[in-house]
């Protein structure tokens, strides 16, 4: 097996991508909100960060898409902070595995596998994935049931999914999830009221809900 190039480590390959300028100043605005004149909150992240307020200034004079000149430490202290911890990928997974065993239950002859709980909860019914644009560029995704009056209740609009039951659905936006996990952002003064942590920055690579949905068997 061929290893990293020279002069090139493990942990660079591996490293998640740097955050430019822009994606920097969307997080510290979900972390520590905006100021009378819209920017981040540049006090309140130097305090916590352990930093000068210019550090902060001088990490968001960056040109526009240009990486933002700060460190990997600083760097790794943000993600720490708007991140979304271990606790919530626990609960990814163990949803995630739920809904894959539901769907071979399923699948069993005659219905014999399917949970009256299911049922009763409307499970079985198609639902429908959203991807969501909330301002600032933040991403959304988001599932409900197809019903005539589904909608979402913040935001835009960019691509959705109906897909056969709510374990399709959940399983669809945990692939959502795991591709663009180095962006993920969970805000605290800008939080969405619901799905805060399954938000993420803008600059992550576009995500294809029929193409995800048809790789993963979840049409």
């Known amino acids: 097996m061929t290893g990293p190039g020279a002069g ?16 920097l100043a969307v997080a510290l605005l979900m972390l520590f909100g905006p100021t009378r ?10 305090a916590e960060l352990g930093v000068s307020r210019r550090t902060v200034q001088r990490w968001l004079r960056a ?4 990486r933002a000149p700060m460190s990997s430490v600083h760097a790794a202290a ?12 626990r609960d990814e997974q163990r949803t995630a595995g739920y809904a894959r065993e539901a769907l071979k239950s399923i ?3 005659k219905g014999r596998g399917v949970l009256p709980a299911w049922r009763e909860q409307q499970w079985l019914d ?25 909608r979402t209740r913040d935001g835009q609009v960019v691509a959705f999914r109906v897909v056969p039951t709510r374990f399709h659905a959940q399983l669809l936006v945990h692939e959502v999830l795991a ?20 938000t993420w ?6 995500v294809d809900l029929d193409e995800l949905a048809a790789t993963h068997g979840l049409q």
């Open 37 to 46: 004149r819209g920017g981040p909150d540049t006090a309140a992240a130097a």
């Open 201 to 206: 920055l803008p600059g992550a690579p576009a």
């Open 8 to 23: 090139e480590s493990e942990e660079a390959v591996d490293a998640p991508p740097a955050w430019t300028r822009d994606q």
């Open 63 to 66: 040109p526009a898409g240009v």
């Open 126 to 150: 198609q639902h429908l994935v959203t991807i969501t644009e909330l301002g600032h560029g933040v991403l959304q995704a988001s599932l409900t049931r197809v019903t005539s009056r589904s």
């Open 179 to 198: 591709a663009v996990a180095p962006w993920r952002v969970r805000g605290r003064a800008l939080a969405p009221r619901q799905g805060s942590t399954r």
């Open 107 to 109: 699948a069993l002859p």
């Open 78 to 89: 943000v993600r720490a902070l708007a991140g979304v911890d271990e606790q919530v990928r």
